[in-house]
Nanobody, 116 residues
Framework: QVQLVESGGGLVQAGGSLRLSCAAS????????MGWYRQAPGKQRDMVATITSSGDYANYADSVKGRFTISRDNAKNTVYLQMNSLKPEDTAVYYC?????????WGQGTQVTVSS
């Protein structure tokens, strides 16, 4: 069983920055993909960014390319999302996810609110 705990959300003005963290507990080994997804009120949950276990490959939603950066520290089983140049439309609950060994696990989510 894997548990994911996110942190780092909050309220920020447009143009500001936030860094989200997601720590995974449990024994994780082998290939896996960790990522961040977000869900705004009344909308579906969408992929923001994902990164493979080696860190060699990262994928971003078009809406965040050039502004957000995903990274991971495998020694700490932690994935990060550095969010710069934030916009009001980035406001959402951000969820961490890991896809590992045929299973998908989600964190509880952290609120990010960007004021104009």
């Amino acid at each position: 069983q894997v548990q994911l705990v996110e942190s780092g959300g909050g309220l920020v003005q447009a143009g500001g920055s936030l860094r989200l963290s997601c720590a995974a507990s449990g024994s994780i080994f082998g290939f896996n993909v960790m990522g961040w997804y977000r869900q705004a009120p009344g909308k579906q949950r969408d992929m923001v960014a994902t990164i493979t276990s080696s860190g060699d490959y990262a994928n971003y939603a078009d809406s965040v390319k050039g502004r957000f950066t995903i990274s991971r520290d495998n020694a700490k089983n932690t994935v990060y999302l550095q969010m710069n140049s934030l916009k009001p439309e980035d406001t959402a609950v951000y969820y961490c996810r890991i896809n590992w060994s045929g299973n998908v696990y989600w964190g509880q989510g952290t609120q990010v609110t960007v004021s104009s």
